[in-house]
């Protein structure tokens, strides 16, 4: 069984930062892609940042780029997501996800991830 956890969330005003981190247990967590998704009320969940195996290879949604960073430690089991310039339009909850084994074809699709976490809330208001 394969745990993830969130942890980083808050509140912050326009413009600030704020790093998200997601530890994993439980199986061998340098042979998954790992990604991170919100959801905010009411809405799907959108992919936002996506990061391989090895964290040679990342990706991200149109609406993050230049503002989000995803990085991952394997040697500590965990992945980051740092965001700058956050806009209220970032509010939601984000959640990360692995994958059960290696690379999948499109790490934006959220059915393709065999893992998730409980998730952490962001609130970006004045």
């Known amino acids: 069984q394969v745990q993830l956890v969130e942890s980083g969330g808050g509140a912050v005003q326009p413009g600030g930062s704020l790093r998200l981190s997601c530890a994993a247990s439980g199986r061998t967590f340098s042979s998954s892609t790992m990604g991170w998704f919100r959801q905010g009320p009411g809405k799907e969940r959108r992919f936002v940042a996506s990061i391989s195996a090895t964290g040679t290879s990342t990706r991200y949604a149109d609406f993050v780029k230049g503002r989000f960073t995803i990085s991952r430690d394997n040697a500590k089991n965990t992945m980051y997501l740092r965001m700058n310039s956050l806009k209220p339009e970032d509010t939601a909850v984000y959640l990360c996800?692995?994958?059960?084994?290696?690379?999948?074809?499109?790490?934006?699709?959220?059915?393709?991830?065999?893992?998730w976490g409980q998730g952490t809330q962001i609130s970006v208001s004045t």
């Open positions: 996800a692995a994958t059960r084994a290696g690379s999948i074809v499109d790490p934006s699709r959220p059915d393709l991830y065999g893992y």
